[in-house]
């Protein structure tokens, strides 16, 4: 199974017509059918140690606030996968894990997985962004649960790579020029398997800063790299931006089955 990273988001992508989203559901029907999916989301943090989904079907979560009742009365009711929790309980090593049932399946999740799987019917584990761990342990731990692709589970790291509500609200339609050279900086370390370039920026950074900011929608992108095998190449889709805000994904592993991807009229 390949190793993705989705770019997820406004909540509105799940009910306006537009090509983020028409490619996703594209993207679903393309792919191999996951045994297992293992989702990183920006949208759960903890601190001390990952925590992973354990109520044996997760409830959805409708983590904001002012949007259209239609995206609240959106369910992915998909159950949990014992055997994956097994194993990500059991590959993490000296990092801490442990599951957790007080959580369930947040925007970050569900708001990528709808149109990839909209019936809900695969094994979901979620898996939260710990603030206590370095970059570099980010991806270590990612390197260790990249095995589980070869055993039919598909990784979706759910964030994005530049989020700045504060610099998008009031600005959107444009595209800064420190945006599109952060974006652009990023898509060549990914292709490049530079994990320093993803992982190292200086105080003088400005473009990192004001895209990076707070941190929880970048660090999933480390978990799709770090799950990197040796014989993947890179694809990237859905690179689009506004303002501060960018649809930049990729998948990495077989990249013809993007080729293969076929858009509605």
């Known amino acids: 199974?390949?190793?993705?990273?989705v770019g997820h988001g406004s909540p509105m992508t799940m009910i306006t017509d537009n090509p983020e989203r028409r490619f996703l559901e594209a993207l679903g029907r393309a792919l191999p059918r996951p045994k297992a999916i293992l989702t990183v989301t920006a949208h759960w943090e903890?601190?001390?140690a990952t925590h992973f989904?354990?109520?044996?079907?997760?409830?959805?979560i409708h983590d904001f606030r002012g949007f259209p009742q239609e995206l609240y009365e959106?369910?992915?009711p998909a159950a949990t996968s014992p055997e994956l929790q097994q194993a990500i309980a059991a590959r993490a090593g000296d990092i801490?894990?442990?599951?957790?049932?007080?959580?369930g399946?947040?925007?970050?999740?569900?708001?990528v997985l709808r149109p990839l799987f909209p019936e809900a019917d695969i094994p979901v584990v979620a898996m939260s962004i710990n603030h206590a761990l370095t970059p570099e342990q980010h991806l270590t731990l990612a390197?260790?649960?990249a095995p589980l692709r070869r055993e039919g589970v598909l990784i979706v790291a759910s964030g994005n790579i530049v989020h700045n509500l504060r610099l998008w609200r009031g600005s959107q339609g444009t595209k800064p020029e420190w945006a599109v050279e952060f974006q652009q900086r990023i898509n060549q370390a990914v292709i490049a398997n530079d994990l320093a370039a993803l992982?190292?920026?200086s105080r003088e950074d400005q473009a990192a800063a004001n895209a990076i900011n707070s941190a929880e929608h970048y660090l999933p992108l480390l978990y799709a790299v770090g799950a990197r095998l040796p014989e993947d190449q890179v694809g990237l889709f859905n690179d689009t931006i506004d303002s501060a805000l960018s649809m930049t994904s990729y998948l990495l592993g077989d990249t013809r089955v993007l080729d293969e991807v076929a858009l509605p009229a």
């Not at 989904?53 to 959805?60: H, I, L, N, V």
């Not at 801490?96 to 959580?103: E, I, K, M, N, T």
């Not at 399946?105 to 708001?111: I, L, R, Y």
């Open 74 to 76: 959106m369910l992915y």
């Open 105 to 111: 399946f947040d925007h970050g999740v569900w708001g």
């Open 46 to 48: 903890t601190r001390g």
């Open 53 to 60: 989904s354990a109520e044996e079907f997760p409830r959805t």
């Open 199 to 201: 992982t190292q920026f």
């Open 96 to 103: 801490p894990v442990r599951g957790d049932a007080s959580w």
């Open 1 to 5: 199974m390949p190793s993705l990273f």
């Open 143 to 145: 390197q260790r649960l």
